[in-house]
């Protein structure tokens, strides 16, 4: 019970005691004026039975604003019962369509995953493949250079040794043309010592 209705019952009770206790002033007779006509009536009983029937005119359009608004929130609890279900139904919709568009994303990716995979395989593969030849090309240009260089080697050797048997040559030919050269000054010298004591003695 709210305060205006325990408000209401207080003064209906404290009213009933007045009634009680004047209820010999409240029953007696007197002359009520009706506008219209004069009649012969208990002044309290009549305001005591208006009072009664407004009360009870206030308690039924209570009771009836009170129903009413039951009946209002209830109409509105349907309402929100009816917009709650939607809600969910549209959250179940987009919680589906996101799961599908989830699992659609994520089959691209692992497709695209799978075709990068094979991508990066057959590139490695591919790299693989240029570095074997490209070893093989360097390998090849190696082994070239190294007999180019085996051959510019023996070539320098050949002529080297060439060279050094000229010059041995040339050296033995000059040391030979050296040494006929000082015997025949040798020899001169000899001649000139024998002729110069042969021309002692003759003076002798």
């Known amino acids: 019970m709210n ?8 003064i209906l009770i404290l009213v009933a005691i007045f009634a009680g206790l004047n209820w010999s002033l409240i029953t007696a007779p007197a002359q ?8 012969s009536a208990p002044l309290g009983l009549v305001l ?15 009771a009836m604003v009170e129903t009413g608004a039951l009946l209002e929130i209830r109409r509105y609890a349907r309402q929100v019962e009816q917009a709650r279900k939607l809600a969910d139904k549209a ?9 599908t568009f989830l699992e659609k994303d994520l089959s691209a990716l692992k497709s695209g995953q799978e075709s990068l995979k094979e991508h990066t395989a057959s590139v ?19 082994n070239e250079l ?16 060439s060279r050094l048997q000229e010059l041995q ?7 030979e043309k050296a040494g006929n050269g000082l015997a025949a000054y040798l020899g001169e010298i000899e001649d000139r010592l024998s002729a110069a004591a042969g021309k002692d003695a003759a003076g002798e």
């Open 146 to 161: 190294g007999n180019r260089v085996n051959n510019h080697s023996e070539l320098l050797k050949s002529e080297l040794l």
């Open 91 to 99: 959250e179940a919709s987009r919680f589906a369509e996101l799961k």
């Open 32 to 39: 009520l004026n009706l506008l219209f006509a004069h009649a």
């Open 124 to 142: 490695v593969e591919q790299g693989r493949g240029a570095l074997s030849l490209e070893h093989d090309t360097l390998k090849s240009q190696l």
């Open 3 to 10: 305060l205006r209705n325990l408000t209401l019952l207080v």
């Open 48 to 62: 005591l039975s208006v009072i009664a029937l407004l009360t009870v005119l206030y308690f039924f359009f209570i």
């Open 169 to 175: 040559s040339a050296l033995a030919a000059d040391v």
